[in-house]
């Protein structure tokens, strides 16, 4: 199986194009590829994905983890409130942001995913992310329940 890390990810030599792509491009994998062309909305996948990409972030504290996802652009999280069982995020800038709104769509649990494995490699503890506001479903930021549980 093939390891791939953050640093050889970094390695981008486009000389032409350079090193990012339209947040459209984007858009269009997660929102027609993967929530319109997948089963149960690509939920299965952007766990499994999301998850797999936060365990690979090269990072040692929750600090690191939010500095990270926001260095990336995938938003600009801040950390509402922790406790041993629970800690809630906002996301705010998130890719939705400007989609447009439908009533009750939540669309960016890929990115809870994505947070939901980095504290998890952080914190060494099980963690679900439950997605509980969305700019789709015309709230004003995005936001997140982070559930800790036993290994």
């Known amino acids: 199986m093939c390891g791939y890390s953050f640093d050889n990810l970094k390695n981008i030599k486009r000389e032409q194009l350079g090193e990012w792509v339209p947040m459209e491009l984007y858009r269009a994998i997660r929102l027609i590829g993967m929530y319109e062309g997948l089963p149960m909305k690509g939920k299965g996948t ?6 797999k990409i936060g365990e690979k972030f090269p990072i040692n504290t929750v600090e690191e983890a939010l500095a990270l996802f926001e260095d990336m652009k995938i938003g600009v999280p801040t950390l509402l409130s ?3 069982e629970t800690m809630r995020i906002q996301v705010d ?6 989609v447009e709104s439908k009533q009750k769509e939540k669309v960016c649990d890929l990115e809870g995913a994505i947070l939901a494995g980095a504290m998890e490699k952080v914190l060494d503890k099980k963690v679900h992310a439950k997605e509980t506001k969305c700019h789709v479903s015309g709230d004003v930021h995005c936001e997140y329940e982070v559930t800790f549980m036993d290994k």
Request: proline share 0%.
């Open 93 to 98: 800038d998130c890719f939705c942001k400007g």
């Open 46 to 51: 952007t766990f499994t994905v999301g998850k």
């Open 82 to 84: 922790k406790s041993d």
